[in-house]
């Protein structure tokens, strides 16, 4: 009975954070909401810590009422065996009982007397009649027995069976609260990771719009390209062009030395640009990890190496579909983002034979 009152006053609550969920909203992409979304990173790991401890708290009180459970089936098959244990005793003690009245000697003994001795037969009779209401009286304390027995192990069953519906419950409303405690978790874990994911484009972009001012800046007036005229290659130096747009077939080899021409004047400008790019064809050190190649075969790719430069300038024209005439133009385009830039190369190009 002390486990049913201890179930049976246990309650599961409801998170105090479940009905109010973390701001969704996530900052608008650019240059000026590094700082908020950094901010709201901040702000979403620590609702997701303080969601992992109500995840906590919740997951104890489930296993809670998971113990008081087992306890109660426990009590509840004690009362069953006592149920059935008092039945059984009540049973034997009724047909002890009747077995003593179907045996007893003074039924013989009376008829054999057949009222001869008047004063015997009495006592005889006197006894036989007291033996009968001694045992009627113990096999009624018998029955009466048996049935309080009844009525309590019936009212020990209903109060633990009222106990033990009170634990399950208690424990479905504790794994529902789990379980919204899970989702919320996921969730608020989600928008972190989304917060993170939109910091970090936010970064790119504020990067991506300084560069594009740097070259708008640059090219705008195209006096940096206006008078560049090719210049006379040497053997060796039109050679390794030629063999570097051979690597993408449909690539001009002239549209290689066009940009060789303008990008450094053929490695003669050994400068690193204002954004970064760096080696004789300007490669960005991060677009070289992905498109940088080993062109002379010494089995290091190598940005400042001539031949390894053009090289890869090949390998990311032909990337952009420098290959083809058709999209030859958006592949220069890709590799400066400059209308000016791309008709400067092919009108340098175009000078080259």
């Known amino acids: 009975m002390a486990a049913a009152a201890l179930v049976a006053g246990l309650a599961v609550a409801q998170p105090a954070w479940a009905d109010s969920f973390v701001d969704t909203s996530v900052p608008t992409a650019g240059p000026n909401s590094v700082e908020g979304a950094a901010t709201g990173v901040q702000n979403a790991q620590e609702q997701v810590a303080e969601a992992q401890r109500q995840v906590e708290a919740s997951t104890a009180k489930a296993q809670q009422l998971a113990y008081a459970v087992v306890a109660l089936h426990d009590q509840l098959a004690a009362a069953q065996t006592a149920v059935d244990s008092a039945r059984s005793d009540a049973r034997e003690s009724i047909r002890v009982a009747l077995d003593q009245a179907d045996s007893d000697p003074t039924t013989a003994l009376f008829a054999a007397l057949d009222g001869g001795d008047p004063g015997l ?13 001694s045992r009627t009286h113990k096999l009624n304390l018998a029955i009466s027995r048996l049935s309080s027995l009844n009525r309590e192990e019936t009212q020990r069953l209903e109060a633990a069976l009222s106990a033990s519906a009170q634990a399950v419950s208690a424990a479905d409303k504790a794994r529902i609260a789990l379980a919204a405690a899970q989702k919320t978790d996921q969730e608020v874990r989600d928008k972190v990771a989304l917060a ?18 740097a070259v708008s800046s640059s090219t705008s007036s195209g006096a940096g390209y206006a008078q560049i005229t090719a210049s006379n290659l040497p053997a060796s130096l039109r050679s390794l062009y030629m063999r570097g747009a051979a690597t993408c077939p449909g690539l001009p080899w002239n549209v290689l030395a066009g940009i060789g021409q303008v990008e450094t004047d053929h490695g003669q400008n050994k400068n690193v640009s204002s954004a970064g790019a760096m080696g004789p064809m300007q490669f960005m050190p991060a677009t070289w990890a992905v498109y940088g190649v080993d062109g002379d075969g010494d089995g290091v790719a190598n940005i400042l ?13 032909c990337a952009d579909g420098g290959g083809n005439s058709a999209t030859l133009y958006q592949a220069i385009f890709a590799y400066n983002h400059s209308d000016f830039y791309v008709n400067t190369v092919l009108g340098v190009a175009a000078q080259y034979h």
């Open 121 to 133: 037969a009495g006592q005889v009779r006197d006894r036989q009649l007291g033996s009968v209401a």
């Open 196 to 213: 993170a994911a939109q910091s970090e484009l936010n970064r790119l972009n504020a990067e991506l719009a300084a560069s594009l001012a």
């Open 305 to 317: 190496d001539q031949a390894d430069a053009i090289f890869s300038a090949a390998h990311y024209l």
